[in-house]
Structures are given as C-alpha cells and as structure tokens.
C-alpha cells in the first residue's frame, strides 16, 4: 500500500531531526571525528529511505535470526568478526531502548500503513546506525580489525546512554504530528504461520479503520445469522432506502422532530426509527448519539458500520473530561451533518485531512485554553456555535460545504493568535530580565572560580565564598555587570587576593601601600551592603591586616605559621525548581525556574512559539497555556492564558523535564477526530 500524501512531509521531519539529533549527539561524545559522523549519517539516511520507500518483506527466518544490512555489507569483504559485533550490538541497543523503539515501531506501522512491518526494520532503528558504521572506521583512521571493535564497544557505551532520549524526542514529533500507535494486535508477519493469520487477520494500522475492524467483528456474529437467502439486499440499503433515510435526517436537522420515517425491509411499517429523537414532547437531555440500531438498520448493512463508528467517535468527544461543554455542544450538533456524509463518503475515515474531520479538528484548536466551564455566551464559544449552525443550514452532504466553515474557523483561530501576541508583549521586559540574571551568574561564576584558582588563604576564600559572592550578585543586580561599580568591586577583591600573596621587592611594597586604602574602602562598603555588623567587618579586616604583614617579610615564613590554605568548596547539588514573581508596577510574571542559573537543555525543543502546552505548576496544578515568547539567552518560555490568567516564565528544562515524564503535552497540532477515534478503539472490548 502506497503511503499516504499527508505522510510525506511527516516522513521528512522525522528524517531530519533522526539525522541532526544524531550527528548532534555522536558530536557531543567526541569520540569520532566529523567526517566519521557524516558518514554515519548518510548510511543511516540511505537506510531510512531504503525502509520508507520499499514493500519487499523479509522473511520470517531472517526476522527471527536478526540478518542486520551491516552484516550484508560486511560479509563481502570477510569481516565476519566485525559483522557479528555489529549484529550483537544491534541487539543490545534493541534491547536499551525497547519500549520506547516499540513505541515508535508502532507509530511508523501507523505513518506507513504496514502491519507487517518487521520490528528490527525501524526507520530510525539501531540497525539503521550500523548501516554507517563501515564508512565510518575509515572515516575516522581505525584501520585493524582492533581498532574497529575497540571504538565500536566505545560507541556502544555512548548509544547505550543517549539513544532513549533521541527516541523520546522523536516518539514527541510524531504524537505531535497526529501520527497514533497501532495497536499491536493489528502487526502481523507474512512467514508467521497459517494458524495465526487466520486467527488474527490483518488490519488496518489507521485508527479509524482499525475501530471499524473492531465493530465488524463485534457484529460478526449477527451477520452469520442472516437468513441465507437474504443476499445482498441484506447487506446493503436500497438506494430508495438510503435516500428516504437521508431526507427524514435532513428534516430532523432542519425542524428538530419529524414523523417516524421506516426503512423497508428492516422493520414493521410504522415503527419509528428513531422513537427517542422523533417523540412527540421530547424532553431535554444531553446530546444524543445516533446508531444504527436507533436508525432500524440492520447490523449487516454497511452503512450500520459507519453510523456506529461516528457514533462511537461522537461519544468519545463527548466523554473527553479535558472538553468544554461548550465546545461538546457545539461539535455534537454536528453529528447528523457528518453521519451524511459518513454514509455516502467513506473516506471521512481514511483521509486525515478530510474537510469534515478538518471542521472538527479546528473547533477543538480554536477552544485551546478554554476553562472547562466556559459560558456558551463567551465570544469563542458563540462563535463555534454560530459556524455550527450554519454548517447544519446547508443542504446536502458535499465535502465541499465544509470549506467556508473551515476558513471561518482559521480566521477565528488567528485572531486568538494576534490578541495574544500583543497581550505578551509587556512581559518581554520581564522576561529579558532572567535573561539578564543568567548573563550575571555565568559573569559571577567566572569571576569566583578565577579568585579560587589564585589559591588564596583560608580565611581569604571562605569570604570570598560565603560574602563577596553575595556583594556582586547584588551589585550586579542594580548596576549590571558592565557597570563601573561592578568593575570596582571585582577589582576590590583581586586587589585583597594579590594584597596578601608574597611581596619581593620594594616596588611591590611601595604599591601595596598605595592600593590598600581604596580596597578597605570597598572591602567595607561591601560587607555592609550584605548586612555583616561592625564587630564581624573588624575581625576580617584585622585578618586579612595579618596575612598583609606576612606577604611584606622577605624570606620564607617560620613553620607553623603560614597561612592555613583555601579548600575549594565542592560543587553544590542542584537545587529544585521554585516557583517566584517578577514585577514591574501593575504587570505581575510568575516564574518556575531554578534558584541557581542552570543552562537550558543542549538538544532541540519539542515544543516551538506557538504551541499549546498542558503543563503543572510549581504546586502541581495542572495548566494549559501558550507559547507567546522565549528569551533569546536562557531560552525560558513566555506562557500565557488570559482566560485562565496565568502569565508564566518557566525555565526550558522544567518542560523538558514534564514532557519526559509525561505530565506535560503539547496539544497544538493534535486531531480531535483521531484522538476521539483513538478512545474509542480502547473501548470496543465493552460493546454489548
């Protein structure tokens, strides 16, 4: 089966972030040179198109004895050794990364609609690493047999420890892309045996499909129990059927109650088809899903399968707990629009980007953010609802009737999207300011580690550790570190670290003299910014007077009475993520960050301005929010969402973090319509 047009572009960014990221972290190894890393990535990239764009299947043998291309390749030149490292190797890392490498096995039997995909044949796989791993010894000088196996075991290391990350990153791109796990009952093998092919027949690795598989074999039985000589006027409505059944839903959307339209064949004359939805004084209820069995027609018709597969879809929305009601109100009046068009068009189930799922989709994206108990009154909300209405008034069941709802629908989205831009804006000031804070403690850190590496005297380093520290992050903070203040007290304390370090000549003398004055004065002034009292100031100064006079004496000092030498304090643990407040006049920022500077992660974000984002709080409360802004320094993300008024900075690792341990989403980008499909196909073990 051919893949899908919609795949294409999904297939390419994932090629593309498989070959940087890996280059990216081969190159943070530094184990191998770049020419070795390209060669990596172009056999890895060969290997990826070799999978995506072939329908040969391998064998059942060669799956089960695990024929890596390496070993292929390597064969011709007799290096058996090297190939059955290299198949040993690929195994271990199958092994290293097994859940995550099944995902995205599960998600590539999606995208490429091949059940019968085998395992060990993963796009991004490590079997696909080893492909560019032969150029790669000659790439990087390793030319004995030695050589090769003692750098392969090195990378292995490295792979071992690195790859679930890569794996994670790319499990992210493809959920983002809307691209579902099949489920792994549906992977079949074509060598497995005949009994289990027959007893788990292949299915489609769409969603949708695989939840109408699962309803056909649900309703197996009753077709088996059609009367023989039913044929296929059992199997499929009469066209007059189909039409009658058409115009009496058209009137129940149009007028809301209608007379009790009957399909022949199917039931006594005069039997409701719909006695719920039809009743003389029907009473209010919440939104009604439509099947078949409400509708009088029979299970082995093709169109019931359609009706219930719609209709279990419709049901999943209108569970979803992470739903506004408002919104269910508004997609579920939609239901008999699309049932139409579900039961003349059946590829609303197989084409992703069909205008009706598009319309579905939309509604949910323009709602992003929304408080579950938003007022139908709300300006979103009776808009969506507004779109929905008018979608109903148009007769027929064209798709083509979908695409004005569907540009009202992008309008409606970017009109979110400006109003929120321009409502970031007065924090970017705000954010600017961490960045700025980031920019001192790196300036702040150099200049500390600088006076450790001048090994002063104990007492020495332990003020400069425990006080002047504190003295330049504050001057820092209200003069920056480019300020001549802050270049005053840095030179003050350089001056006290050469101040008590030997003098030999009287030159030397001569400026001590000259300098020790203007660094007391700053020593002091300092010390009293931070709060030490007169008597603590007195006993430093007296200290530092002591160790002076012991640098001005020519010679060597008597025993025992050198100064007691500076012990580099060890480096401090990394502290958890607080929450925190910036402000400036009226305008308040939160702030989930780190108490002491930490770099944002090295690899690429998952996420990108623009994007929704289900997060927690520094207490825990589940959020939803934009991404309006990120800092060009720290990297940190403006979060916004005025609905909910949150106004958040939070440090990029945290989300990276949320993202990893699956407490965070990226909801843009997501198919309503597919995830609603998804729920359902969970649930087809509980049909009745």
């Not at 184990?31 to 770049?34: F, K, N, Q, T």
């Not at 189930?349 to 579905?360: L, N, Q, S």
């Given at each position: 089966m051919s893949i899908h047009a919609d795949a294409f572009d999904t297939l390419r960014n994932c090629r593309s972030l498989f070959l940087k990221h890996l280059g990216a972290l081969l190159q943070d190894s530094h184990?191998?040179?770049?020419h070795a890393i390209a060669a990596i990535q172009q056999g890895a990239g060969a290997y990826f198109d070799e999978v995506i764009a072939s329908d040969q299947r391998v064998s059942f043998a060669e799956e089960a004895h695990g024929l890596t291309a390496s070993r292929i390749t390597l064969l011709a030149e007799d290096d058996l050794e090297l190939g059955i490292r290299l198949d040993n190797m690929t195994a271990r890392l199958f092994e290293r990364t097994g859940d995550l490498l099944w995902k995205l096995h599960l998600r590539f039997v999606t995208l490429l609609r091949r059940p019968d995909l085998p395992k060990s044949d993963n796009p991004v796989g490590p079997k696909s690493i080893c492909r560019g791993l032969d150029a790669m010894f000659s790439a990087a000088g390793a030319s004995t047999l030695d050589q090769k196996l003692e750098l392969l075991d090195r990378i292995e290391t490295y792979l071992g420890q690195n790859l679930p990350a890569l794996y994670a990153e790319l499990n992210d791109l493809l959920e983002r892309a809307g691209v579902n796990a099949a489920q792994p009952a549906i992977i079949t093998s074509p060598d497995s045996p005949t009994a289990a092919r027959e007893t788990a027949p292949p299915l489609s690795s769409n969603a949708l499909q695989a939840l109408q598989q699962a309803l056909?074999?649900?309703l197996a039985p009753a077709a088996g129990l059609a009367p023989a000589g039913s044929?296929?006027?059992?199997?499929?409505?009469?066209q007059s059927a189909l039409e009658q059944l058409m115009f009496r839903l058209e009137a129940l959307e149009r007028m809301g109650r209608f007379g009790p339209p009957v399909i022949p064949g199917s039931q006594a004359p005069g039997e409701p088809m719909m006695p719920d939805l039809f009743a003389e004084n029907p009473a209010p209820s919440a939104p009604k899903i439509i099947r078949s069995a409400e509708l009088g027609i029979p299970k082995t018709a093709s169109e019931s399968l359609a009706i219930d597969t719609l209709a279990m879809i419709f049901e999943a929305i209108l569970d979803d707990p992470e739903l506004p009601d408002a919104l269910k109100g508004a997609i579920a009046s939609l239901q008999i629009k699309l049932l139409k068009v579900a039961m003349k068009d059946s590829s609303l189930?197989?084409?992703?980007?069909?205008?009706?799922?598009?319309?579905?989709d939309r509604m949910a994206e323009a709602a992003l953010g929304l408080p579950l108990d938003v007022p139908t009154r709300h300006p979103v909300c009776a808009r969506l609802l507004e779109l929905a209405s008018a979608l109903r008034s148009e007769p027929g069941s064209d798709p083509a009737d979908f695409t004005p709802t569907i540009t009202a629908l992008d309008v409606l989205i970017d009109d979110r999207r400006q109003r929120m831009l321009a409502g970031a804006a007065p924090y970017r000031p705000l954010l600017e300011t961490l960045d700025r804070r980031d920019r001192l403690a790196?300036?702040?850190a150099v200049v500390i580690e600088r006076c450790f590496d001048a090994q002063p005297p104990a007492a020495i380093g332990r003020f400069i550790d425990q006080t002047w520290r504190r003295v330049l992050r504050e001057i820092g903070q209200e003069h920056g570190p480019d300020s001549r203040a802050w270049q005053e007290y840095v030179a003050a304390i350089d001056g006290l670290i050469w101040s008590v370090q030997p003098k030999s000549d009287a030159e030397e003398r001569k400026q001590l003299a000259q300098r020790v004055p203007s660094i007391l004065k700053v020593l002091r002034a300092g010390m009293a910014r931070v709060g030490l009292t007169a008597a603590e100031q007195e006993d430093f100064l007296d200290t530092c007077f002591e160790l002076q006079t012991q640098a001005l004496r020519a010679g060597p000092l008597p025993d025992g009475s050198a100064p007691e030498a500076?012990?580099?304090?060890?480096?401090?643990?990394?502290?958890?993520a607080v929450a925190g407040q910036l402000a400036d006049g009226n305008l308040a920022l939160a702030t989930f960050d780190y108490p002491e500077h930490r770099p944002p992660p090295s690899r690429a974000p998952a996420w990108c301005e623009g994007d929704w984002l289900a997060f927690r709080m520094a207490d825990g409360t589940p959020q939803i929010a934009r991404l309006c802004a990120t800092s060009p320094g720290g990297q940190r993300l403006l979060l916004l969402n005025p609905e909910q008024t949150v106004a958040l900075a939070m440090h990029p690792a945290i989300l990276d973090s949320q993202l990893r341990e699956g407490i965070a989403a990226i909801r843009s980008g997501q198919s309503l319509f597919d995830h609603a499909a998804g729920r359902a196909l969970g649930k087809t073990g509980k049909l009745p």
């Open positions: 184990l191998i040179s770049g056909a074999a649900n044929g296929a006027a059992a199997s499929l409505l009469s189930f197989t084409d992703a980007g069909h205008p009706a799922r598009r319309v579905i790196g300036q702040l500076f012990i580099r304090p060890a480096p401090r643990l990394p502290e958890a």
